[in-house]
């Protein structure tokens, strides 16, 4: 509730300045699926934002659910070239202390060095300053846990510091010297890793090296075709070739294991298909066809440890609004792995945006 008074109470004040830019923005979606019956979303994005008199802007934004009536999203800022401070209504906002995904064969630090998409992002509230060439920032939680992180640029080296209050630090720093291109962070846990990439004798040489191991590849043009070798610490290695002519681009990879993977896509006109088979009898097919006047067909097909097929038409009529039809099979929970995200079933949707 506190939240939602808070939101309201910013947004009513901007809202009620003469000067303050307002702007609104939605969506909305109606279906029908033959085995969940109907369904529909009503979304609405509220932005507003002020000047003020010493440099600062004041600004807030709210995503509000019109079918519950719940903030969903939204943000209050207030800030100027050189600081902010931003309160997150549904605390989603980024931890001050990610600096990056790990380094070359550098194991995971949560929450200062990981996949960027597994990132928390659950900060309350964030602040920043930029002073004497570096950008400091600070983020605390609804659990009133903070991290800390620096960033700035030392004549075309960037160095990055982040640190958590439970004691993980990372720290990370890339640039370039003679003709590598480098990036090298180490961690708290003993954290290590070194990424750099290079270009000799015609060949793109990459080397990742750190704490879980070392990998080298590298790539040449040969022709119309690229080979490239990867070979790594437990001595497991793979080749890949590819080749592009014209529409049509081929590839294939091999390693130790004897396993292999073989893909070709074309895209010619309004078509646009792929095929991929591999050595465990796993086989994937995606195409697309262009009508024309706004209508596109799409037509996916999986075999691997569970069969997915779909097939839908998509009408685009012009002014955010769209008319999906389609039908997938049992297994669907991956077909958006085959580009569409098709719900089991037929389905009938339209769509709108504002």
């Known amino acids: ?5 808070l939101t309201s109470t910013a947004l009513v004040a901007i809202a009620g300045a003469a000067a303050a830019d307002i702007s609104f923005s939605g969506e909305a979606e109606f279906s029908y699926n033959d085995l969940t019956s109907y369904g529909s979303t009503i979304e609405m994005t509220v932005s507003a934002s002020q000047a003020l008199d010493n440099g600062f802007t004041a600004s807030a934004s709210a995503d509000i659910d019109l079918e519950t009536g719940a903030f ?7 800030a100027s070239d050189s600081a902010s401070i931003t309160y997150y209504v549904a605390g989603d906002g980024q931890e001050a202390g990610y600096i990056g995904e790990e380094v070359g064969k550098m194991s995971t630090l949560a929450n200062i060095f990981e996949d960027e998409d597994n990132i928390d ?18 983020s605390l939680d609804s659990a ?3 991290q800390i992180g620096v960033t700035t640029d030392l004549g075309g080296t960037a160095l990055a510091l982040g ?3 439970d004691g993980s630090f990372g720290a990370q720093m890339s640039g370039s010297a003679s ?15 070194l990424s750099a990439t290079t270009t000799a004798g015609g060949a793109d040489i990459t080397v990742d090296f750190g704490d879980a191991g070392w990998e080298v590849g590298a790539s040449m043009a040969l022709g119309e075709a690229t080979v490239g070798l990867t070979f790594d610490d437990a001595n497991d290695w793979e080749v890949s070739v590819g080749t592009a002519l014209e529409d049509v681009s081929i590839g294939m990879t091999f390693d130790k294991d004897s396993d292999w993977e073989m893909n070709a896509g074309i895209a010619q006109g309004g078509i646009s298909a792929d095929v991929m088979f ?5 086989v994937e097919l995606t195409a697309s066809y262009g009508l024309g006047n706004g209508l596109t067909a799409y037509v996916g097909y999986f075999d691997g440890t569970s069969v997915v097929t779909y097939f839908g038409a998509e009408y685009d009529m012009g002014g955010g609004a769209t008319v999906v039809v389609s039908n997938a099979s049992s297994g669907a929970a991956v077909a958006d792995e085959l580009g569409q ?4 079933g037929t389905t009938v949707a339209v769509s709108f945006s504002f």
């Not at 509730?1 to 008074?5: A, G, H, P, Q, Y």
């Not at 291109?181 to 954290?191: E, I, P, R």
Request: hydrophobic share 35%; no cysteine.
């Open 1 to 5: 509730m506190k939240r939602i008074l």
């Open 72 to 78: 969903t999203a939204g943000d209050i800022s207030v």
């Open 121 to 138: 992002e659950d900060a309350q509230i964030s602040a920043s300053a930029s002073i004497g060439g570096a950008n400091i920032s600070m």
């Open 144 to 146: 009133e846990t903070y």
């Open 163 to 165: 640190l958590d209050e």
């Open 179 to 193: 003709s590598v291109d480098y990036t090298l962070a180490m961690g708290s846990d003993d954290n290590y890793g």
């Open 278 to 282: 591999n050595s465990d009898d796993d």
């Open 341 to 344: 995200e098709y719900a089991e």
